[in-house]
């Protein structure tokens, strides 16, 4: 089977994202600088040979993914399994807020504890990696031969990339996570390969429209 290539890409900034403030699965849509990450992305990606561009259901996921999807000139086709993790009541609040009001749940969460769920409701990260990758075969064994965009949340890029290196889910992060980069695996059945990583080249300052209002 000849291999998928995939453009993975995380979405546009949200307020949320500029407060560190969790977001998880509330629906937190893009502020200005994400919109403009989007369309950036967008005209970074218009010369590709995209089959099909796939999303996150939640708005800010599913609005940065039309602005690749409208110069291919497909539709976005959403799909839960690309959701950012589940971090229960944790979700709403700044990094700040859980560590003073939870600080047991919050060293549990800063070790990575592979099986730990944020109470009422929050996902483990066995079960993101579970729900990742589960999601990603599912996508990618549709297009052999082909390439397709997925655009999705931190979490989830951070969990493809530990799929595609090998690393475990508690292992230390030693790579970034922009938002609005582009990454790009292969996929075969046997797997991920990591192509490339953190491309925001598109989001220079230099390269912004000059008119373009932040």
Do not use: C
């Not at 089977?1 to 995939?6: D, G, K, P, V």
């Not at 549990?108 to 730990?116: A, F, L």
């Amino acid at each position: 089977m000849e291999a998928t290539r995939i453009i993975a890409v995380r979405h546009g900034e949200t307020s949320w994202n500029v407060d560190s403030r969790i977001q998880g699965q509330t629906d937190i849509g893009l502020n200005d600088t994400g919109r403009w990450q989007a369309r950036r992305v967008g005209e970074a990606l218009a010369g590709e040979d995209i089959k099909a561009v796939y999303s996150s259901d939640l708005g800010r996921a599913h609005e940065t993914a039309q602005e690749i999807a409208g110069p291919a000139g497909i539709p976005v086709v959403a799909d839960e399994g690309l959701r950012e993790r589940s971090f229960g009541m944790f979700e709403g609040k700044t990094f700040t807020e859980i560590h003073e009001t939870w600080p047991d749940q919050a060293q549990n969460w800063r070790k990575r504890i592979p099986d730990w769920q944020p109470p009422e409701g929050g996902e483990s990260l066995l079960e993101l990696r579970a729900r990742v990758t589960r999601t990603m075969h599912e996508l990618a064994a549709r297009h052999p031969g082909e390439q397709i965009v997925v655009v999705a949340h931190g979490g989830v890029l951070d969990t493809l990339y530990r799929i595609a290196t090998g690393q475990e889910v508690n292992s230390p992060r030693t790579w970034e996570l922009p938002n609005g980069a582009i990454n790009r695996l292969l996929w075969t059945p046997e797997g991920f390969t990591l192509v490339g990583w953190s491309d925001t080249q598109h989001l220079d300052d230099e390269a912004a429209d000059e008119n373009t209002s932040f």
